[in-house]
Structure formats: structure tokens, C-alpha cells
């Protein structure tokens, strides 16, 4: 069992930045695939990044490449979302998830964080 909780979102003027955290509890993070997912409001949820299990590779949705960059720390069982240039578009709310592989969807991923709100004013 794991649990994530979601934290970093806010209110931010388009262009500027914002870096979302997700703890996980438990001694398995390591053996996850974590994944970043949002969702707006009347819209169905997307895929925005995701990292394997060590870290090394990385994978990205079109609409967030280069402005955006997924790590995770897992001596801290922390997985991070660095959002740079961001626009009115990116704005929904944030998820992270847990799963065994690295895929794009969301069905994959077998634990879910609460969701943390990112707001982008143009």
C-alpha cells in the first residue's frame, strides 16, 4: 500500500513557475513507477509525465515538453514536477500516481494522490 500526498500548487501568472512535490509513504517507492496526471475542469484526466523506478528515463505528454521536468528522489520517497513557462492552458488540477510500469495511463497506475490545484492567469 502506498499513499501520496500532493503539495506546490498555486496561483501563478503565465510565464512564471511552480514545482510540485509528491510524498509517498511506506519503504516500496522505489519499486514504483510514478507518474504525473492532470485534470481540467470538463475534461477528462491526461497524462503529463512520467519516471521509472530508478529514475533514469523519463517520458513526457507533447504539450508540456521542455517547460516541464518529472524527477524523484528516492531516499526522500519523493517525486517532483518542475513547471517552467507556463500558461493559461496548463491550469487543473495536479495528480501523482504510483504504478508498476512506466505508461501514460492513468488505468495503469494503482495509487493515487488527492490532487493539488495549479492556476495559471493569463
Known amino acids: 500500500q502506498v499513499q501520496l500526498v500532493e503539495s506546490g500548487g498555486g496561483l501563478v501568472q503565465a510565464g512564471g513557475s511552480l514545482r510540485l512535490s509528491c510524498a509517498a509513504s511506506?519503504?516500496?517507492?522505489?519499486?514504483?513507477?510514478m507518474g504525473w496526471f492532470r485534470q481540467a475542469p470538463g475534461k477528462e484526466r491526461e497524462f503529463v509525465a512520467a519516471?521509472?523506478?530508478?529514475?533514469?528515463?523519463?517520458y513526457y505528454a507533447d504539450s508540456v515538453k521542455g517547460r516541464f521536468t518529472i524527477s524523484r528522489d528516492n531516499a526522500k520517497n519523493t517525486v517532483y514536477l518542475q513547471m517552467n513557462s507556463l500558461k493559461p492552458e496548463d491550469t487543473a488540477v495536479y495528480y501523482c500516481?504510483?504504478?508498476?510500469?512506466?505508461?501514460?495511463?492513468?488505468?495503469?497506475?494503482?495509487?493515487w494522490g488527492q490532487g493539488t490545484q495549479v492556476t495559471v492567469s493569463s
Open positions: 519516471i521509472r523506478r530508478s529514475g533514469g528515463i523519463t
Open positions: 500516481a504510483a504504478g508498476q510500469r512506466m505508461t501514460v495511463v492513468a488505468g495503469t497506475y494503482d495509487y
Open positions: 511506506g519503504r516500496t517507492f522505489s519499486s514504483y513507477a
